[in-house]
Every structure is written in structure tokens, then in C-alpha cells.
Nanobody
Framework: VQFVESGGGLEQPGGSLRLSCAVS????????MGWYRQPPGKQRELVAS???????NYLDTVKGRFTISRDNAKNTVYLQMNSLKPEDTAVYYC?????????WGQGTQVTVSS
């Protein structure tokens, strides 16, 4: 399986970004998928997950601001991030949503700063 993340960048507080994760090697529709992030100097954490259906779960600190979704036809998972805060600054990765694969993508850097 391979995960290729994109869509990160520099954004001001209050702004929005949409991350994309192109998945290859598996049919992602049959798996729970997740977005993780690793802030500078901290451990990687699960931010949002979506089941093979449409059930979603979110880290408390992003509830109401982030939305995870999937396009099964494109084998792609998205993370819409609104009302961004400086504490959202991190490298964002996608992977399986329950037990992540040991092979991670390169991630995409999100920096929230004025």
C-alpha cells in the first residue's frame, strides 16, 4: 500500500486548507482510513478517521473544524480543515484508520501562522 499526501501549505489563523491522500495498492473503500499529524517535537496523533462506510471520528481539538471524507471512485481520502489555529501546525499523514501501516507516506506540511 502507498499513501501520497498533498495540499498542505502556509495559512493564516482562521483560514482553510484541503488535504488529499491518494491511496494505491489497495481498494481503500473497504478500509477505515485516517488522517494523522505530527507537530514539531511531538508524537504523531490520529486526527480524524472514517470507516469503510461514512462513520467519522475526530480528535476533540478539531471537532467542528475538520471534516474527513473519501471519494471511492478516485481511491482518495480528504481532510477539509477550517478555522485553522497555530496549534494545527504539523506534518499531516494519511494511513489506515485503526492500525496504521508501518510504511508512511512523506506527509504534507501544514503551517498556520500570521
Amino acid at each position: 500500500v502507498q499513501f501520497v499526501e498533498s495540499g498542505g501549505g502556509l495559512e493564516q489563523p482562521g483560514g482553510s486548507l484541503r488535504l488529499s491522500c491518494a491511496v494505491s495498492g489497495i481498494n481503500a473503500r473497504f478500509y477505515a482510513m485516517g488522517w494523522y499529524r505530527q507537530p514539531p517535537g511531538k508524537q504523531r496523533e490520529l486526527v480524524a478517521s472514517i470507516t469503510g462506510g461514512t462513520t467519522t471520528n475526530y480528535l476533540d481539538t478539531v471537532k467542528g473544524r475538520f471534516t474527513i471524507s473519501r471519494d471511492n471512485a478516485k481511491n482518495t481520502v480528504y481532510l477539509q480543515m477550517n478555522s485553522l489555529k497555530p496549534e494545527d501546525t504539523a506534518v499531516y499523514y494519511c494511513n489506515y484508520g485503526i492500525v496504521p501501516d508501518r510504511n508512511w507516506g512523506q506527509g504534507t506540511q501544514v503551517t498556520v501562522s500570521s
